[in-house]
C-alpha cells in the first residue's frame, strides 16, 4: 500500500493498493493502519450498489459525530468527490475527484469535515466504504450536487443522473452549516 495527497486537497489521500495476482484471480488488502490511517478508528462498513448514473452525495455529517471515510470500489467505476467544508482551509468550498474502479483498485481517505458524493459510471457498481462514526440523522446533513458554487464537473449530462428524492433537494453550498 502506499499512498499520496491529492493535487487540490493535502488532506485528501489516494491510496494505491498492492495487488497480488495468479492463475486463481486476485488478493489485496483492503486495510491496514498505514501512517495516515493510525489515529482513525473505523467502526462501521458500509456497501453500495448503484446502477449507471446514479448519483448519491454529497453526504456530511457535522460535529460531533463527523466521519472519515475510506472508499473501496469493488466492481465497476465511479466518479468520487470530496468537498472541502472548513471554514479555516485554504482549500474551502474547493473539491477532488477521481476515478475509481475494480481495475485501478485505488482508494480514497476523505477525513472528517468534507461532503462527500459519487457517480456510477459502469454499467452498475458496488462500493465498499469505512467510517469512524456511526450514522446519526441529527447530525446529518446535504449539498446539491450540481450546486453553482462549488461547480463540480460531473462528466456526464446533468439529465443523465438519476438521484434520490432526498439528494435531488440537497440544499446550497451557502446555506449549509461548515466546519471550523
Excluded at 471554514?87 to 474502479?101: A, D, N, Q, R, V
Aim: include cysteine.
Amino acid at each position: 500500500m502506499s499512498y499520496k495527497k491529492s493535487e487540490k486537497i493535502n488532506e485528501v489521500k489516494v491510496i494505491d493498493l498492492t495487488i497480488n495476482k495468479d492463475s486463481r484471480g486476485y488478493l489485496f488488502e483492503s486495510f491496514k493502519k498505514i501512517d495516515i490511517l493510525n489515529d482513525i478508528n473505523f467502526c462501521q462498513d458500509n456497501v453500495v450498489k448503484s446502477k449507471y448514473s446514479c448519483l448519491r452525495g454529497l453526504h456530511y455529517q457535522f460535529e460531533p459525530q463527523a466521519q472519515s471515510k475510506l472508499i473501496t470500489v469493488i466492481k465497476g467505476e465511479i466518479q468520487d468527490v470530496a468537498v472541502d467544508l472548513r471554514k479555516s482551509s485554504p482549500t474551502f468550498g474547493k473539491y477532488f475527484s477521481i476515478i475509481l474502479s475494480d481495475s485501478n483498485l485505488k482508494q480514497l481517505f476523505i477525513p472528517k469535515g468534507f461532503a462527500h458524493g459519487f457517480l456510477t459510471l459502469s454499467k452498475d457498481s458496488i462500493v465498499h466504504y469505512k467510517v469512524d462514526n456511526f450514522y446519526t440523522p441529527h447530525c446529518q446533513s446535504s449539498i446539491a450536487f450540481n450546486d453553482k458554487h462549488i461547480g463540480i464537473d460531473w462528466n456526464i449530462n446533468e439529465k443523465e443522473i438519476f438521484t434520490s428524492d432526498n439528494d435531488r433537494n440537497n440544499s446550497s453550498f451557502l446555506d449549509i452549516k461548515y466546519f471550523n
